[in-house]
């Protein structure tokens, strides 16, 4: 029996002052949202990210809404999405989770006049938690920007995400249902929060790295390394970082981003005294971004039955191709998606999508040398003999205990 999907009432109204680095005036950057679950907040604004960006440059752009009618039937597929998303009570959940547990360190990036977002209860003023937020776009959906140093600094920053619940999409013919695009971003915004994010903009970090063994051997691929994170084909990440151990035993290494992050909820944990008020938020966010690491959209994609993209962008084949779901999500069997790369798009689909464009040839393969295959081809054995329990992990440790540590042990002392 699903559960009855309500429009949040006037008490989870919540009034947003978004971030800015120039001197402008609150009213200028306030938009209203709703609390949906503890840490995430939906806004009906129709222009999240253009909104943000004048927020940011200090430039005036009045909020723009989408219609009551629209906010509600946008909040009821999103919660569905949601419900998709946790019922599994895995990944999923500690994903939608993370943002009710974990919270940004106190400290900064390079820029000390960037201010933050401050969050309101509308009705009553008390401040409220706020740690990503989704806008409803209008069409597509726009990846998250880094809109601090924070983001991949280890201290970690609130995360934006615009999503248009009824997106589908099709990636080297494999068919991707909304709540695993939407389980992307918020493995992007979870990886904002926890401080872990990879630096891009004008100068993106790519990786290549090998994605999948198929009858002409490994095929390699380049893409922005948040992305290869973020999307997590385990092959690709047990090339960038490193497998451990064996068999149901191994575990790929976490991310040099993810062991500052972790180091820094430790040292706050330890800067703080026996009995402090603020020791267990500490501790949880300490524990949920040691969980977080193993959170993708392949193990996402994993836990909920589905076969998703081999890559974030196409190998060949195809283009990467948007559409939009003309039926409500609950009308598409789950088999849509359960076709493996290559075995062409599912008839079930067939007269329920509008597509963007028509697929398209592309071959975005990397050429990599002798020895390069070869190890990849090792690597693969090993990540296949590791099976269906492989994540990325963090060595077990002793939990951080309160101590009074010096706040100078707050200082970032891994990484660049
Ligand atoms: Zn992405």
Redesign the pocket.
């Known amino acids: 029996m699903p559960t009855k999907i309500v429009f949040p009432g006037a008490e989870k109204k919540i009034k947003l002052v978004l971030p800015t680095r120039k001197e402008t005036s609150p009213e200028s950057r306030t938009v209203e949202g709703w609390e949906i679950r503890p840490g995430i907040v939906y806004t009906a604004l129709r222009n999240l990210h253009t909104r943000m960006s004048y927020a940011l440059t200090g430039e005036p752009l009045g909020p723009s809404y989408v219609t009551a009618t629209t906010a509600e039937a946008y909040h009821k597929r999103l919660m569905g999405l949601i419900g998709r998303l946790e019922a599994k009570q895995g990944h999923g959940l500690a994903l939608l989770d993370f943002f009710g547990q974990a919270v940004p360190l106190p400290g900064h990036g390079a820029d000390p006049a960037e201010r933050d977002q401050t969050a309101t209860y509308a009705t009553t003023g008390t401040p409220a938690d706020v740690r990503v937020v989704i806008g409803a776009a209008v069409s597509g959906n726009k990846?998250?920007m880094a809109w601090h140093e924070r983001s991949g600094n280890g201290v970690g920053s609130v995360g934006y995400v615009e999503f248009e619940p009824s997106l589908i999409a099709q990636v080297d013919e494999v068919a991707i249902p909304p709540e695993l695009l939407l389980g992307?971003?918020l493995?992007?915004a979870a990886r904002f929060l926890a401080g872990t994010a990879q630096p891009r903009g004008s100068a993106p970090v790519k990786r290549t790295v090998p994605v999948l063994r198929d009858s002409t051997g490994v095929v390699f691929h380049d893409s922005d390394y948040?992305?290869i994170l973020?999307?997590g084909n385990l092959l690709a990440l047990a090339w960038a970082e490193r497998l451990e151990g064996e068999g149901a035993k191994a575990f790929i290494r976490p991310t040099e981003a993810h062991l500052r992050s972790d180091e820094l909820a430790r040292a706050h944990v330890e800067s703080l005294p026996p009995g402090d008020p603020a020791l267990a938020a500490a501790l949880a966010t300490y524990r949920a971004r040691r969980r977080l690491v193993a959170v993708s959209e392949v193990t996402l994609a994993r836990e909920l039955g589905f076969v998703t993209r081999p890559a974030?962008t196409p190998l060949r084949e195809s283009n990467a191709v948007y559409g939009t779901l003309q039926v409500e999500r609950d009308k598409v069997p789950d088999s849509a998606f359960q076709r493996q790369h290559g075995q062409g798009l599912p008839p079930e689909l067939a007269s329920k999508v509008t597509w963007g464009s028509a697929p398209g040839a592309s071959d975005v393969v990397a050429n990599v040398g002798d020895d390069d295959r070869k190890r990849a081809e090792e690597l693969d054995a090993g990540v296949r003999a590791a099976g269906d329990t492989l994540v990325m992990a963090f060595p077990e440790e002793p939990e951080p205990r309160p101590g009074g540590r010096k706040p100078a042990a707050l200082a970032l002392t891994r990484g660049a």
């Open positions: 990846a998250l992307h971003e493995v992007h948040e992305e973020t999307h974030y």
